[in-house]
C-alpha cells in the first residue's frame, strides 16, 4: 500500500504500524522536542510520546496507529 510521508509517496507493507513504515523510509525521526532535539520511536508501546506525529490531520502516536491506503503523515517539527 502506499501512504505519504512529509507528501513523498512511501510503499508499505499491509499490517504495519506508522512507526515501522518510518523507520523503514530510512529516516525514522517522529517528531522535533522542544530543545530541537529529533526523536524517533521508542517504548513501542504507546507511554513514551516520541512517536507522536501528524497523522491526517490529528496528532496521533505512530506506533498504535496502522497504516492506510493513503493516510497523510508529517514528521512534527
Ligand atoms: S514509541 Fe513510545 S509512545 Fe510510541
Redesign the pocket.
Known amino acids: 500500500m502506499i501512504i505519504y510521508l512529509d507528501r513523498r509517496a512511501l510503499t508499505v507493507p499491509d499490517g504495519v504500524t506508522v512507526?515501522a513504515a518510518v523507520a523503514g523510509s530510512g529516516d525514522d525521526t517522529?517528531r522535533v522536542s522542544c530543545t530541537g532535539a529529533e526523536r524517533a520511536?521508542?517504548?513501542?508501546?504507546?507511554?513514551?510520546?516520541?512517536?507522536?506525529m501528524t497523522i491526517d490531520g490529528r496528532r496521533r502516536?505512530?506506533?498504535?496507529t496502522l497504516c492506510r491506503e493513503g493516510m497523510q503523515v508529517e514528521r512534527t517539527r
Open positions: 512507526a517522529t520511536p521508542f517504548c513501542g508501546l504507546g507511554i513514551c510520546q516520541d512517536c507522536r502516536l505512530a506506533c498504535q
